[in-house]
């Protein structure tokens, strides 16, 4: 019986989540073992749909007001489940978190034994690797799906919601740093995907400081209620923003429901060798698809073809010809961390329309 609660557990979360690679399988277990008790697999279980009113959890598990609460507080604590007022109503509902980027992400983050986020990391790499596996091997049949289903869907509302893998907006530092005035709850948090490279000894190749995730509105209320991140003034964000750029990496923001009508959920500052939507399109699982306002451009007069911007742009969009620094423009991101590192100062961010910048995952040997 124990084990049969464990897989409708796992059934449940992977449920909560659109990304088709996922499935119920002993890794998953694992990952929930790790994070919970049986009592609180057993209440997760009752996930048929992935938000639920504490009216339908009592229903569902026969359990009183009191109890119930109890054991929905410590496992929102863990970072498996989060509570989420309706939009219209304000009446609070209780959201299963899928096991990628969020439960993953959230239980790392929170401060408790470094031996059990050691095994999360461990945990996390070893679904990476699944993943890897399944895309690589059913390369031909799967890349086609991918690019008819994989909108940018922090910028538009997909019709069809097969698949939904945080799709992030680029943005450059200007436009990162007037976001964060539009908000009035901010959480500033660990990046896991850059402790979670830390974990399996393989640390970041660009920064040391890794308290550089934010959080907004609901989520950032919930990370600073329940002990995943912190408070953080907007002057105080600004100046992690401009430290995070000095460092090379690249500003993202995510919308709730992965869409733009919808307000921004978090702001990222991102490396190539640790952010799990770089990770997922170098390690060939997911295509990169971001959107973006803004292209580099260059002034070829002044270029000196030292290489700098080769080395620092984060999607390799960038080569030398004939000594003088090319970009492929279906590539660039939009982001400006060759603008800003570029010692010769010859290149410069141009406002675009919209773009949709789409990368199939490499094929892998």
């Known amino acids: 019986m124990s084990e049969k609660v464990w897989q409708k557990a796992a059934q449940a979360v992977v449920k909560a989540s659109s990304d088709p690679l996922l499935q119920a399988n002993e890794t998953i277990v694992e990952l929930l073992k790790t994070l919970l008790n049986e009592n609180e697999a057993k209440l997760i279980s009752n996930f048929r749909k992935p938000i639920l009113t504490l009216d339908k959890l009592k229903e569902k598990s026969g359990m009183d007001d009191k109890s119930l609460k109890q054991i929905l507080n410590s496992i929102m604590k863990k970072g498996v489940i989060m509570d989420i007022p309706h939009k219209k109503t304000g009446n609070m509902g209780y ?7 969020y439960l993953w ?3 790392i983050i929170k401060k408790g034994s470094m031996e059990k986020k050691k095994k999360i990391a461990q945990i996390h790499e070893k679904m990476m690797k699944e993943a890897v596996e399944q895309t690589q091997r059913n390369y031909e049949g799967i890349v086609p799906i991918l690019k008819a289903q994989f909108p940018p869907l922090t910028r538009t509302i997909p ?15 200007s436009k990162a740093s007037k976001l964060l005035e539009k908000h009035d709850i901010i959480s500033i948090s660990e990046c896991p995907c850059k402790l979670d ?8 190749k660009m920064a040391t400081e890794r308290c550089r995730c934010f959080h907004f509105g609901n989520t950032g209320r919930f990370f600073i209620e329940h002990g995943f991140g912190e408070p953080v003034t907007i002057d105080r964000a600004k100046q992690i923003l401009m430290a995070a750029e000095k460092d090379g990496l690249v500003h993202k923001v995510f919308h709730y429901g992965f869409d733009l009508e919808d307000e921004e959920e978090a702001l990222c500052n991102c490396c190539k060798c640790c ?16 959107v973006t306002s803004f292209i580099a451009r260059l002034d070829d007069n002044k270029c000196k073809g030292c290489g700098t911007c080769v080395e620092k742009c984060p999607i390799e969009a ?4 004939n000594g003088k620094s090319f970009i492929d423009e279906t590539r660039c991101i939009g982001c400006g961390v060759c603008v800003y590192h570029c010692p010769e100062k010859t290149r410069h961010l141009e406002k675009t329309e919209l773009r949709n910048v789409y990368i199939p995952p490499p094929k892998r040997d």
């Open 275 to 290: 952010c799990m939507v770089f990770q997922s399109y170098y390690r060939g699982i997911w295509p990169f698809h971001t």
């Open 318 to 321: 960038i080569s030398l010809t």
């Open 159 to 173: 019709i069809e919601k097969d698949i939904g893998i945080a799709i992030e907006e680029t943005l450059p530092l």
């Open 197 to 204: 490279k830390n974990l399996i000894e393989d640390p970041c």
């Open 105 to 107: 992400e959230y239980s």
């Open 95 to 101: 959201q299963l978190l899928a096991p990628l980027p």
